[in-house]
């Protein structure tokens, strides 16, 4: 028996990169959070503190940077793609990459009702992820691109009902056939193919999600995730698998009988914990193998 | 010399009231938080834990929560007034009460091209402010409205400079003659008049805040604050003063010179901490007495 | 009637100093987030973009770094005095200078029992505060102290009782004989002398406040509060009033009888929202005008 | 081709129990975080909306705070698996259950000297976690305990360098023999033994862990987790590995010449992001296979 070093990776967190783009007068902005980590043989390091072989995650902060510059941001997902290869391809103990993604929304000011060319307000809506792992050198490199959505806050006040659940000596919950479904959802799906139009199939992704949540009348949050799972891997083949993972944001209905008043569904509470949670994956039963997609660190959840 | 109770209030905050408009297929939302206290005579409490006087903070919460159906929520504004004013002229030992409500916007998702009945998505843009401190009771009653947002989140990319400033002997920072300007915005306003339209006035002032940050050339973010509020006091003459609190998140040019690359203002790091922070207050000359509009305690700032 | 400039500051925020003394091999080590503002005659720079008279904020930065150095951190207190007073006494149009600190707390590791020299854990107690107010130059300067301590969470399982209070339409809480008490205490405290040895005093009255929340079989919390205030202004002489902010963290029994338990008070649910709030401030009859010292903003609460 | 349910699980997140033992006038307190799900086939109620397998999450709620006080609170590990258990062996459709339970730490207020029966503050450190998955009934029942810490916020002012790192084209680091060293530690380890003393453990390896960042001279943060690593599987047979995930929150030495101040390692700004982030495991190279150890979600990273 030994104690070994197991898995293992480094890079640089949350490095806060806004390009804007300034070629005429109507500019562009891209603001980004990059994580990027390294992936390899990095024992010496560990073992000994010997750094040889270590690139500094002070070179991967200046590589997101001038990369934003010199490659531009098309998407991000191409961003990620062009940064994760150009490390498995130019550090020779990287033998993987993962690079991690978020990016903000911004809309252009309306000023006298136009779009205002170099001026926006920040969108509070979701925030749009991406997660690129590159293994491997040259032929054999594989790319994975798993894309994603996060604090989409969802809400619909009908058309949402709870009832005829299992039951034990612990169950009190009364049935409910109309209630308030709210969730604050993340959504992330792994593509399957190479040469996808990212941006556009991200616009379409949400909407999916936003219309199955809206016209689904729903007896289980668990129904809509996979109506939403569904009809997302019904519309884009270039996806072969999506995950959601959604709170349960409770809306208590208030108790007013006290005060002589009735509350048919219009007065709530808006409870923060504990909340449910719901996660799920739609799949296709054909689907590639994974691989290390979905790891966040270099081999484990 | 004695050691005397000061100023003091008590009251619930950050009640959750979501209430739900149902009356037609379309549904309403408003999603507030809801701060209540009351102001006046507790000493008996302090010094000898005497509750007789206290009407507990328990139920300021089941106030606000019967209000919302009773009375509904036609502004944050109304609402909080009628709040504050029930606690005035019902608890004997209040003399006044400060209600302050947050409120946060829905938009309604777009399903198959239209506005879908009874499902929002959470926007992520400003959160909607006031303060309404009601004193006194019958003819001598005074109610302060204080409104605003915070949060709102605008950026430029050109059309900033700062330069031609003082230095010091700890003066290091290099002029800039095109910069992006950048702020979460913090504004409250004083209303001087009763019978306003305080949904109509809100969204102006969010308009002529955006106008004037896009438009005016800014020399100094301390003169895009003077400005904004110039302009709103110009259309609003409700309007006795408003307040800004800004900070400038720095969003600082990379430089890319060891990597071979130009930067002309395209890639920048945006940075957390330290911030500037610009404070400042645009007032009239004739603006009637703020009272205790504007204390968020009830003697002290 | 016109529309003029109001109350105005402006400074650098949150800047993260930190100082580390290593004249011994045993280190010691100071861990603030400083925040100064300058205050005076800054209208040229709101309304014409003029900057001749502003001192960046960044030359603000740096003097808080090299004041750090160069007069090093005795006391948060004594530190913000000697920032603001050379910020007052070298800056021509500033008439008045605010800092606000705040002290992190870090504890020495303990290795084979005893203190290391150099290594330490983040304390997560309470953060120490101060905000430090100078005003004029020469003999006619004032400096105001005002000190405090905040997110002290302290928690008592008995000792607190809450009945007998007002009650009206709305009102359905029961009454309790023995509760939970919970708060994340807020204290500022206003010096009313020079020359004070602040860490000494802070150490005490942080005991005191413990001591007294412990001790006092409380019949609500606003007298919790009045005592730890009494008692405070009766230990130090130099301190003019002292205010504090508590939030009532509820507590909530849990009804376990539909599952044939029972529950004395051993089984609690903490709650987010909403929260009581209770604030008062404790002072001395006689205590000296407290002119700007509470003031955060330039001219307002 | 078909589109199918992958893996999926579901439950109640962030019950904040409370549990205060008082069979004596000393108090005794357990403050948790407790997050339940069940996985199973629950395919019907993705499918179909059919709730009639589905255990309510509210169900899980009442559970934990049925069992806080039926079963009482010895170790998150044990009270984990009690709860986890319970969900497997009497709740015919779920398979596995996995508890996720974080407990915060208070410490007694000191009164005169002594040790309060009932009054505590709460302690800022670091926060303990378990994660238990319980898979299958019966004698085929399998159990696996992930426990660790968060948040054990560490620095060391000295005996810590950086230098003779690989570099390549977007290097610009400088080499440094003397820096600040600090992070914010998330260790996790896998017990590969039941019957454990989990509070004497979790003592023991933060002790380790403390001791190990101390003493160890770092040439590197991967140097100083490999001996934490290699120090608790050396002191701990029942662990069989160990995770580690340490940003590296990076101190810069304030540049302070053009002030005519030089800076030893004295004047050190604190900076959020971007940060490093450095994670690894140790293990035994004969280390039981993990099976759903550390999976979160069901089927997934």
Redesign the interface.
Same mark, same amino acid.
């Given at each position: 028996?030994?104690?070994?070093?197991?898995?293992?990776? %480094? /890079?640089?967190?949350? !490095?806060?990169?806004?390009?804007? %783009?300034?070629d005429t007068a109507r500019?562009e902005?891209r603001?980004l959070n990059v994580?990027t980590?390294l992936r390899g043989n990095?024992a010496e390091?560990?073992?000994? /503190?010997?750094?040889?072989?270590?690139?500094?995650?002070?070179?991967q902060?200046?590589?997101a +940077?001038?990369f934003?510059?010199?490659r531009g941001i098309g998407s991000i997902e191409s961003f990620g793609i062009a940064l994760a290869r150009h490390f498995v391809d !130019?550090?020779e103990?990287a033998t993987g990459s993962r690079v991690e993604v978020e990016e903000y929304a911004?809309e252009r000011?309306?000023?006298?009702g136009r779009e205002?060319d170099?001026?926006?307000?920040?969108?509070?809506?979701e925030t749009r992820t991406t997660a690129v792992t590159v293994e491997g050198t040259g032929e054999d490199q594989v790319v994975h691109v798993v894309s994603g959505l996060k604090? @989409?806050? @969802?809400?619909?006040?009908?058309?949402s009902e709870?009832?005829? +659940? $299992?039951?034990?000596? %612990?169950?009190? $919950?009364a049935e409910t056939h109309d209630r308030?479904l709210a969730t604050s959802l993340v959504a992330r799906w792994r593509y399957s193919e190479a040469d996808v139009d990212y941006d556009a199939v991200y616009a379409d992704v949400k909407?999916i999600v936003?219309?199955q949540?809206?016209?689904l009348h729903?007896?289980?949050l668990?129904?809509t995730?996979?109506h939403m799972?569904?009809a997302v891997?019904?519309a884009h083949p270039s996806i072969a698998?999506i995950?959601f993972?959604a =709170? !349960?944001k409770h809306?208590f209905v208030?108790d @007013?009988e =006290?005060?002589g008043?009735d !509350? =048919?569904?219009?007065?709530?509470?808006?409870?923060?914990? =504990?909340?449910?949670?719901?996660?799920?994956?739609?799949?296709?039963?054909?689907a590639p193998d994974a691989g290390s997609a979905?790891?966040?660190?270099?081999?484990?959840?």
């Amino acid at each position: 028996m030994a104690i070994v070093l197991g898995s293992h990776q %480094y /890079g640089k967190a949350e !490095n806060r990169v806004v390009r804007i %783009y300034r070629d005429t007068a109507r500019h562009e902005i891209r603001d980004l959070n990059v994580s990027t980590s390294l992936r390899g043989n990095f024992a010496e390091a560990h073992l000994y /503190g010997d750094q040889s072989r270590v690139l500094p995650t002070d070179t991967q902060k200046n590589t997101a +940077f001038a990369f934003a510059k010199s490659r531009g941001i098309g998407s991000i997902e191409s961003f990620g793609i062009a940064l994760a290869r150009h490390f498995v391809d !130019n550090t020779e103990p990287a033998t993987g990459s993962r690079v991690e993604v978020e990016e903000y929304a911004w809309e252009r000011a309306i000023v006298d009702g136009r779009e205002h060319d170099h001026t926006w307000l920040k969108s509070g809506c979701e925030t749009r992820t991406t997660a690129v792992t590159v293994e491997g050198t040259g032929e054999d490199q594989v790319v994975h691109v798993v894309s994603g959505l996060k604090d @989409l806050t @969802l809400l619909k006040s009908t058309g949402s009902e709870f009832h005829d +659940f $299992l039951t034990d000596e %612990y169950t009190t $919950l009364a049935e409910t056939h109309d209630r308030v479904l709210a969730t604050s959802l993340v959504a992330r799906w792994r593509y399957s193919e190479a040469d996808v139009d990212y941006d556009a199939v991200y616009a379409d992704v949400k909407q999916i999600v936003v219309t199955q949540f809206a016209t689904l009348h729903s007896l289980a949050l668990q129904q809509t995730l996979w109506h939403m799972g569904k009809a997302v891997l019904t519309a884009h083949p270039s996806i072969a698998e999506i995950q959601f993972s959604a =709170p !349960n944001k409770h809306h208590f209905v208030v108790d @007013l009988e =006290p005060f002589g008043l009735d !509350n =048919p569904g219009e007065v709530f509470i808006a409870a923060d914990r =504990p909340y449910g949670l719901i996660q799920a994956t739609v799949t296709r039963d054909d689907a590639p193998d994974a691989g290390s997609a979905w790891l966040r660190s270099a081999g484990r959840a």
